[in-house]
T-cell receptor, first 111, second 120 residues
Framework: EDQVTQSPEALRLQEGESSSLNCSYT??????LFWYRQDPGKGPEFLFT???AGEEKEKERLKATLTKKESFLHITAPKPEDSATYLC????????????FGKGITLSVRP | EPEVTQTPSHQVTQMGQEVILRCVPI?????FYWYRQILGQKVEFLVS????????KSEIFDDQFSVERPDGSNFTLKIRSTKLEDSAMYFC??????????????????FGSGTRLTVV
């Protein structure tokens, strides 16, 4: 069974203080690893998909990396508007297979 | 940017009543899904739908649940007799055929903004 573990559960940063969020996973054949942002009471908002170990993707202050066992979401010089819950999910092989999510990491960035 | 649209945003229903949650997936997507998130918990898979039939379902998706694509645009989730424990956010999602080879960043696995279902 696919499993996703995210750590830490919550992270408080000062504005400008860079950090990384961790996602460890086990999956029977990885089709893709997804990162989403979720604001309170809203749906997951797509950030990145990573397909294979060694791949990296960047978007503004966010950079996602992937190894065979884990993924990191690096946040460089965060701003208060980056405060949200960040969700990691894996999809095993199969064109329309489900996503298995972790519990998420709640990030709070203080001005 | 294309969106997945869900209605209503909030539904309150009495225990034992039937509810229908509605979704309009992204127009050129072929795969449709329902997920739910109980307050404070993980997003959980319920069901996937392709070519007018269920392709995968979770243990949560029992006989009280059903899905339908009644026309070319809508995708619905019906709960026949709601229980208190059905209270959750329900998310619809859709995805398309991968265009990874063309360097696109994702499969288009896009979620709607959700319907908050409260069973009283």
């Amino acid at each position: 069974e696919d499993q996703v573990t995210q750590s830490p559960e919550a992270l408080r940063l000062q504005e400008g203080e860079s950090s990384s969020l961790n996602c460890s996973y086990t999956v029977s054949g990885l089709r893709g690893l997804f990162w989403y942002r979720q604001d309170p009471g809203k749906g997951p908002e797509f950030l990145f998909t990573l397909y294979s170990a060694g791949e990296e993707k960047e978007k503004e202050r966010l950079k996602a990396t992937l190894t065979k066992k884990e993924s990191f979401l690096h946040i460089t010089a965060p701003k208060p508007e980056d405060s949200a819950t960040y969700l990691c999910a894996v999809q095993h092989t199969g064109a329309n297979s489900k996503l298995t999510f972790g519990k998420g990491i709640t990030l709070s960035v203080r001005p | 940017e294309p969106e997945v649209t869900q209605t209503p945003s909030h539904q309150v229903t009495q225990m034992g009543q039937e509810v229908i949650l509605r979704c309009v997936p992204i127009s050129n997507h072929l795969y449709f899904y329902w997920y739910r998130q109980i307050l404070g918990q993980k997003v959980e898979f319920l069901v996937s739908f392709y070519n007018n039939e269920i392709s995968e379902k979770s243990e949560i998706f029992d006989d009280q649940f059903s899905v339908e694509r009644p026309d070319g645009s809508n995708f619905t989730l019906k709960i026949r007799s709601t229980k208190l424990e059905d209270s959750a956010m329900y998310f619809c999602a859709s995805s398309g055929v991968t265009n990874r080879d063309r360097g696109a960043s994702h499969y288009g696995y896009t979620f709607g903004s959700g319907t908050r279902l409260t069973v009283v």
